[in-house]
């Protein structure tokens, strides 16, 4: 079993920053991919960023690369979500997702390839 718990979301402006972290509690050992997804209203869960077990190989959407940096802590058993630049657009509820994975060099961008999903936490973005 694993649980995750979200946590960093707010109501910010154009142009500001913001954390999410994502905490992972599990009974089992082993690596997994990680990833961030949000939902903005009316719309479907689009997909934001993704890294690998070790962390040295991430992904991230056309519309956040450059503004958004995914890390992980495995020490801590948390992953981030780094959100700068953040505008109107980037409105939303923001969930954070793991799959276990043998492959730790594996990380994925469809949300029907992760098993384990976080509360989501609200991202307001004002103009």
């Known amino acids: 079993q694993v649980q995750l718990v979200e946590s960093g979301g707010g109501m910010v402006q154009t142009g500001d920053s913001l954390r999410l972290s994502c905490a992972v509690f599990?009974?089992?050992?082993?690596?997994?991919?990680m990833g961030w997804f949000r939902q903005a209203p009316r719309k479907e869960r689009e997909f934001v960023a993704a890294?690998?077990?070790?962390?040295?190989?991430?992904y991230y959407s056309p519309s956040v690369k450059g503004r958004f940096t995914i890390s992980t802590d495995n020490a801590k058993n948390t992953f981030y979500l780094q959100m700068s630049s953040l505008k109107p657009e980037d409105t939303g509820v923001y969930y954070c997702?793991?799959?276990?994975?043998?492959?730790?060099?594996?990380?994925?961008?469809?949300?029907?390839?992760?098993?384990?999903w976080g509360q989501g936490t609200q991202v307001t973005v004002s103009s």
């Open positions: 997702a793991v799959e276990p994975t043998p492959y730790t060099e594996f990380y994925f961008d469809a949300a029907a390839r992760y098993t384990y």
């Open positions: 599990r009974r089992t050992f082993g690596g997994y991919a």
């Open positions: 890294i690998n077990w070790s962390g040295q190989i991430s």
